[in-house]
C-alpha cells in the first residue's frame, strides 16, 4: 500500500468512526439534561408521569452510553495509530483537555451508576435529583473539552515551533483558542435539540402506532419545548460561527458559501449546482453573506480568489451547509408550530400526518449533526492543524490501515445493530402502560 492509500484509508476510517460515534455522543451529552428537566417537573409538579419519563429514558440512556465507551475508545486508538505525526506534534500541547476528558466522563459515570441504583432509595426525591447533576455537567464537560481539541486543530496556538522543537508551550493557551467559544456552543447546544428531537419522535411515535396514554402526550410536550428553545440557539450560535470563520478561516466560509471572489454586498447561495465554476439554479439572498460575516449589509467578504488552489477546501461542503441549515430552519418551523397550536388548541397539531413530521425530525437532527461535523471536517481540509501541518503529512504509512477499516466497519455494525435490538426488546417487553399500572398497584399495596 503506497502513501497516497494509507492517507485515504486513514481518512476514511477516521470518518467512519467518527460519524459513528457522534451519533452516540450527542445522545450522551443531550439525554441526561432531558432526564434532569424531566425528574425536575416531576417534583415541581407533582406528577408521577414526568418522574416515570425520567426513569425510563435513564434506562436507555446506559446503552448508548456504553456504545458511546466503545467508540469513544476507539477514536483514541486511531488518533496514535492512523495520524501518529500529529499526535507527536500536537499531543504535548493539547493533552491536557484529552485527559479532562476523561475525568469528566468518570465524574458522569460514577454518579450515573449510584443514580440509576438509588431509584427507590430516598423519600425525598428532590436530593435524588441532586445526583442528576454531575452526570449532566460531566456530560457537557466531557463534549467541551473533547470540542476544544477539535477547535485547537482550526485555530492552533500555545506554542512555538524553533528548528523543528516545540518550545513556549502554553496548554491553556492552546485550549482557549480562538475557534473554542464557538465550536464548543455549538456542539454542546445542537447536541441538546438533538436529544429533544430524538426522544420526540420516539414520544410522536408511539402516539401514531395506538397508545394514545397522556403520559406520551407529555413527553412529547416537553421534549418540542425544550427543542425549539434549543433549535433558536443553535441557530444563534451559527450566526456567531459564520462570523468567527469570516475572521479566522475566511476560505472554508468562502467554499461553503461557493464566494469566488472577493466582494461588497455578497449575495447568501443557498443550494444550487456547479457547472464548470458557474453556480446555476440557487437561490441568491442579497447581501445575505456580507451580513453573516461581518453584521454589516455592504461588508467585503473574501472569496476563493484569495488563496492558493491547494489550499481551498472541497467545494461540495456547500451542500453539507445547506442540509444543516435547512433541516436547523425546518426544525425550528415544526416546533414553533407545534408550541404555537398547543397553546391556541390547533386541530393540526393533533393530525397523522404532522406527527410523522415530528418522527421525521428525529433522523434528521442526526443527519443535521453529521454534516455539521463533515463541514467542520472537511472545510478545514488540506491541514489537520490549519496552517501548519497538512492532513497527508499527518498520516502513518502502514499498509493495514484497510484491514483496520473493514474490522472496525464491522464493529460498528454489530454496535449499531446490537444497540437498536436491545433498546426496541427493552421497552416492547416493558411498555409504560404496563410499569403505570405495576407502579400503582405498588402503592395501594403500601396503603392496604
Request: charged share 15%; proline share 4%.
Amino acid at each position: 500500500m503506497g502513501n497516497e492509500e494509507a492517507v485515504f484509508y486513514s481518512r476514511v476510517l477516521t470518518e467512519l468512526t467518527l460519524s459513528f460515534h457522534i451519533i452516540y455522543a450527542t445522545i450522551g451529552v443531550g439525554v441526561p439534561l432531558m432526564i434532569m428537566i424531566a425528574q425536575w417537573v416531576g417534583i415541581k409538579k407533582n406528577d408521577e408521569h414526568y418522574i416515570l419519563l425520567a426513569r425510563r429514558w435513564a434506562r436507555g440512556f446506559i446503552i448508548t452510553v456504553a456504545v458511546g465507551v466503545v467508540t469513544g475508545t476507539a477514536i483514541g486508538l486511531q488518533l496514535s495509530l492512523l495520524w501518529p505525526n500529529f499526535m507527536e506534534l500536537a499531543g504535548n500541547v493539547i493533552a491536557l483537555p484529552l485527559f479532562l476528558e476523561t475525568f469528566a466522563f468518570f465524574f458522569e459515570a460514577i454518579f450515573l451508576g449510584i443514580y440509576l441504583y438509588t431509584w427507590d432509595r430516598f423519600e425525598n426525591q428532590k436530593k435524588h435529583l441532586l445526583l442528576l447533576i454531575p452526570v449532566a455537567v460531566g456530560a457537557s464537560f466531557s463534549a467541551v473539552f473533547i470540542t476544544m481539541v477539535n477547535a485547537f486543530m482550526n485555530a492552533p496556538r500555545g506554542f512555538d515551533i524553533s528548528n523543528g522543537e516545540l518550545i513556549n508551550i502554553n496548554p491553556l493557551l492552546a485550549m482557549f483558542n480562538p475557534a473554542m467559544p464557538t465550536k464548543v456552543a455549538h456542539v454542546v447546544v445542537t447536541a441538546y435539540m438533538t436529544a429533544a428531537f430524538v426522544l420526540a419522535a420516539i414520544a410522536a411515535f408511539r402516539l401514531l402506532k395506538g397508545s394514545n396514554h397522556v403520559y406520551h402526550k407529555k413527553a412529547l410536550y416537553l421534549t418540542m419545548k425544550i427543542g425549539l428553545v434549543f433549535a433558536i440557539a443553535a441557530a444563534i450560535v451559527g450566526d456567531f460561527s459564520g462570523k468567527y470563520l469570516a475572521e479566522y478561516q475566511p476560505e472554508k466560509l468562502a467554499a461553503a458559501e461557493w464566494h469566488f471572489e472577493t466582494e461588497e454586498n455578497a449575495p447568501l447561495i443557498m443550494y444550487g449546482v456547479l457547472d464548470d465554476g458557474e453556480v446555476k439554479y440557487a437561490i441568491k439572498i442579497p447581501f445575505g453573506l456580507s451580513f453573516l460575516a461581518h453584521s454589516s449589509f455592504t461588508a467585503e467578504v473574501v472569496g476563493l480568489d484569495q488563496f492558493p488552489e491547494d489550499e481551498v477546501p472541497p467545494l461540495y461542503i456547500h451542500y453539507l451547509f445547506d442540509l444543516m441549515v435547512t433541516i436547523g430552519v425546518g426544525m425550528i418551523a415544526l416546533a414553533g408550530i407545534y408550541w404555537i397550536g398547543m397553546k391556541r388548541r390547533w386541530k393540526i397539531i393533533h393530525a397523522k400526518w404532522f406527527r410523522w413530521l415530528i418522527v421525521l425530525g428525529g433522523p434528521l437532527s442526526i443527519i443535521a449533526i453529521e454534516a455539521g461535523w463533515w463541514l467542520a471536517e472537511v472545510g478545514r481540509q488540506p491541514w489537520v492543524l490549519r496552517g501548519l501541518m497538512r492532513t497527508e503529512d499527518a498520516a502513518t504509512t502502514s499498509g493495514q490501515v484497510d484491514l483496520m477499516l473493514i474490522l472496525f466497519a464491522l464493529l460498528y455494525l454489530i454496535l449499531g445493530v446490537g444497540s437498536v435490538v436491545i433498546l426496541t426488546r427493552m421497552f416492547r417487553k416493558n411498555p409504560v402502560e404496563q410499569e403505570i399500572e405495576d407502579r400503582e398497584t405498588e402503592k395501594g399495596g403500601d396503603v392496604l
